[in-house]
T-cell receptor, first 113, second 114 residues
């Protein structure tokens, strides 16, 4: 079945550091890929998405590129802020099946001054 | 836009009791999803509705679980004879149309079974 693997956290960075959170997936066909973010005390929010190979999703300075050849969708940001501290979830939506989401386990990011 | 709402936000119950959660999706959204999230894990799919029809159920959804979406509006998730293993955050999400549209999540209902 479909699955998502993302790097374990917590990831602790200093403000303005470069961020990479790795995400790889297993799925039949060509799924759509998502990054969701959960800020402390809040619900899950979509951060960005990509629906086909080589697409780049971007939002709020974050970006991720759908790499079919490596089945990856790594999240990057050039300069993190304290306000980016949150848990980040990589997810996929397979073709058919009502577009239900399969999530990774989440990566906690802590950004310090 | 009021977003997806869920009630109650927290529920503490004793093992063996029945509980029911409610989800109100964004009004024009025709798809509604239920997920379960345990500590340190990502959400896991339970079931989804398109309008009032329940189209898929995960193997995680044992026969003690039942979900409804009468009239294609709000949805309820009932757990009968709760067990300690049912303790989790239950998340509801809704989306508009078919295809990989964004799912909007509610704040969740945290269930604790003692």
């Amino acid at each position: 079945g479909d699955s998502v693997t993302q790097m374990e956290g917590p990831v602790t960075l200093s403000e303005e550091a470069f961020l990479t959170i790795n995400c790889t997936y297993t799925a039949t066909g060509y799924p759509s890929l998502f990054w969701y973010v959960q800020y402390p005390g809040e619900g899950l929010q979509l951060l960005l998405k990509a629906t086909k190979a080589d697409d780049k999703g971007s939002n709020k300075g974050f970006e991720a590129t759908y790499r079919k050849e490596t089945t990856s969708f790594h999240l990057e940001k050039g300069s993190v802020q304290v306000s980016d501290s949150a848990v980040y979830f990589c997810a996929l939506s397979g073709k058919g099946g009502g577009n239900k989401l399969t999530f990774g386990t989440g990566t906690q990011l802590k950004v310090e001054l | 836009d009021t977003g997806v709402s869920q009630n109650p936000r927290h529920k503490i119950t004793k093992r063996g009791q029945n509980v029911t959660f409610r989800c109100d999706p964004i009004s024009e959204h025709n798809r509604l999803y239920w997920y379960r999230q345990t500590l340190g894990q990502g959400p896991e799919f339970l079931t989804y509705f398109q309008n009032e029809a329940q189209l898929e159920k995960s193997r995680l959804l044992s026969d003690r679980f039942s979900a409804e979406r009468p009239k294609g509006s709000f949805s309820t998730l009932e757990i009968q004879r709760t067990e300690q293993g049912d303790s989790a955050m239950y998340l509801c999400a809704s989306s508009l149309g078919q295809g990989p549209h964004e799912q909007y999540f509610g704040p969740g209902t945290r269930l604790t079974v003692t």
